[in-house]
Nanobody, 124 residues
Framework: QVQLVESGGGLVQAGGSLRLSCGAS????????MGWFRQAPGKEREFVTA????????YYADSVKGRFTISRDNAKNTVYLQMNSLKPEDTAVYYC?????????????????WGQGTQVTVSS
């Protein structure tokens, strides 16, 4: 079992920044990919970004490319999502996700464990 705990969400004005964190605990002894997804009211959960075990490779949805940056600190079993130039359409609950392996998965079904989610609200 792996437990994920997100933090860092909140309310911000358009153009502002937030940094989300996700700490992993439990069976994290092997290589794993970390991802971020988001879900807005009435919409399906959508992929935001993912990062591989070494942190050397990452993948972003087109909607956040150039504005969001994913990073990880394996010594702390923590992944971060730096969100800059936020837009009202970024408003959603953001979830971090854990998948054993080294691929950069963009499909939510590929992930084995999920955090509880943290709300991000961007006002116009």
């Amino acid at each position: 079992q792996v437990q994920l705990v997100e933090s860092g969400g909140g309310l911000v004005q358009a153009g502002g920044s937030l940094r989300l964190s996700c700490g992993a605990s439990g069976r994290t002894f092997s290589s794993y990919t970390m991802g971020w997804f988001r879900q807005a009211p009435g919409k399906e959960r959508e992929f935001v970004t993912a990062i591989n075990w070494s942190g050397g490779n990452s993948y972003y949805a087109d909607s956040v490319k150039g504005r969001f940056t994913i990073s990880r600190d394996n010594a702390k079993n923590t992944v971060y999502l730096q969100m800059n130039s936020l837009k009202p359409e970024d408003t959603a609950v953001y979830y971090c996700a854990f998948a054993y392996g080294t691929n950069l998965y963009s499909i939510w079904r590929a992930y084995d464990y999920w955090g509880q989610g943290t709300q991000v609200t961007v006002s116009s």
